[in-house]
């Protein structure tokens, strides 16, 4: 139990400093390679679906029947399921439209000059907080789907924090860009980014504080669910509409595709 704790923790930190990844490119690179992040972000999806509605919702639906019986089962998956749902979508709503994490940025728009970049900008500087205040409170279930399945299952756990470590690089730079404008400091732009990520560990030290102490078998089976719901919202609503944006020739199913058939290898290959 301690080993898959340690696990967990490890991998949601992982996830949740990915941001720091896009600041970093950003700062280091001269163009974005939109046929990488196409299939990037598109195999992530794919990862994420794959094993949301094969594995998690499976594992979730099966706890809650064993404990539950069949009816009362299968509708508290179905309900824990949008739920999750809900949850995220609930979240985006609440984000003001221009601080949104999937408004993504490019690395061009970090390198391009700006010629009105006179010192600071304060509407910049407020917006790229923003972006990083959105993109924390966006990760903060993401840190509780990563640990509670890193925890019931380590190897689920390790797909979906890839997958969302692979969604975090360009929210990274989506935070860089303008805190770069505003204020000419590279450093200031990359701690606000490597900070938005640490919401995703705070989190996952959220669920075990007040989570815990209830793990059961229903309990697992709700946050299954959900987490499932989470994750299959965040493909759909996030990483393929981001994904066709940088789309070239159908790419992002490309990238869908194949995350789906690893995903569907790895866990066969784990049974």
Do not use: C
Request: no cysteine; proline share 5%.
């Amino acid at each position: 139990m301690t080993e898959n704790l340690l696990l967990a923790f490890g991998l949601t930190l992982f996830a949740g400093l990915a941001t720091g990844i896009g600041s970093l490119l950003a700062f280091f690179t001269s163009h974005t390679n939109t046929k990488f992040l196409s299939v990037t972000l598109g195999f992530s999806a794919g990862v994420m679906i794959y094993v949301s509605m094969i594995e998690i919702f499976t594992k979730a639906k099966i706890a809650l029947v064993d404990a539950l019986g069949v009816q009362p089962g299968n509708w508290l998956t179905a309900a824990g399921f949008f739920a999750g749902m809900l949850l995220i979508a609930s979240i985006d709503k609440f984000i003001p439209k221009q601080s949104n994490p999937h408004e993504l940025k490019t690395v061009e728009d970090m390198n391009t000059p700006n010629p009105n970049m006179t010192g600071k900008q304060p509407d910049l500087l407020k917006m790229g907080t923003f972006t990083a205040l959105a993109i924390g409170i966006h990760n903060f279930p993401e840190g509780i789907a990563t640990f509670t399945s890193a925890l019931q299952d380590p190897k689920l756990g390790i797909a979906i924090a890839v997958a969302i470590a692979i969604h975090n690089i360009p929210e990274g730079i989506a935070v860089s860009v303008p805190v770069y404008f505003a204020t000419g400091d590279k450093k200031r732009a990359f701690k606000l980014s490597f900070l938005s990520g640490l919401s995703e560990p705070i989190g996952a030290f959220v669920a075990y504080l007040f989570l815990m102490p209830f793990l059961n078998d229903i309990m697992f089976g709700i946050i299954f669910a959900a987490v499932a719901g989470i994750m299959v919202f965040i493909s759909l609503d996030e990483l393929l509409p981001a994904a066709k944006r940088y789309d070239e020739a159908h790419l992002s199913i490309y990238g869908l595709i194949g995350g789906m058939a690893v995903m569907a290898i790895s866990l066969l290959l784990f049974i």
